[in-house]
């Protein structure tokens, strides 16, 4: 008897792991064929915990989000106001504080390595703009404009597409 329950288990178990990745997919799909808003930089989108780099005479503005619980987002971070700071105009390296709660935001607000920090509390950049991926450089002109994501790889910034954001 035990040897029909154990095909049985076996049975069951299967038919939840077929229903549980064609769910993923169903999930998948329909994430990618949504529009996402383009993003655009607007300050006022977001609550700023930090100013900084305003003496900075700006060559645009890098906007990159990063979960403050995350080891690697930081050092992509870190990464990209490296290669911000030796750049001529500098950018204004913005880190975008995301899928984090208020007092955690708060609590990384000062160790966090950017001119400013900014905390995502309406979550913008995951249901408006569709991001996927902490530690992507989204770069925008002056104007506030998506000029082109950049991915920081290795200690060196890389062009990625031109896919919307978090879909490369």
Do not use: K
Request: glycine letters at 8%; a positive charge; proline letters at 5%.
């Amino acid at each position: 008897m035990s040897g029909a329950w154990t095909r049985v288990g076996a049975r069951v178990l299967l038919a939840a792991l077929v229903l549980a990745f064609a769910g993923i997919g169903a999930l998948r799909v329909r994430d990618d064929t949504h529009r996402w808003e383009t993003p655009r930089w607007d300050a006022r989108a977001f609550r700023v915990l930090r100013h900084g780099g305003d003496s900075v005479r700006v060559g645009g503005t890098w906007l990159v989000p990063v979960n403050p619980g995350c080891p690697s987002c930081l050092a992509a971070l870190a990464v990209a106001a490296r290669r911000a700071h030796d750049m001529r105009p500098r950018p204004r390296v913005v880190a975008l504080l995301v899928d984090t709660g208020e007092r955690r935001a708060l609590d990384a607000v000062w160790r966090i390595d950017a001119d400013v920090v900014v905390w995502d509390e309406n979550q913008v950049w995951r249901h408006r703009w569709g991001g996927r991926r902490y530690g992507e450089v989204l770069r925008f002109d002056a104007s506030g404009a998506l000029v082109r994501p950049v991915r920081v790889e290795r200690a060196a910034l890389t062009v990625a597409n031109h896919a919307p954001p978090g879909r490369r």
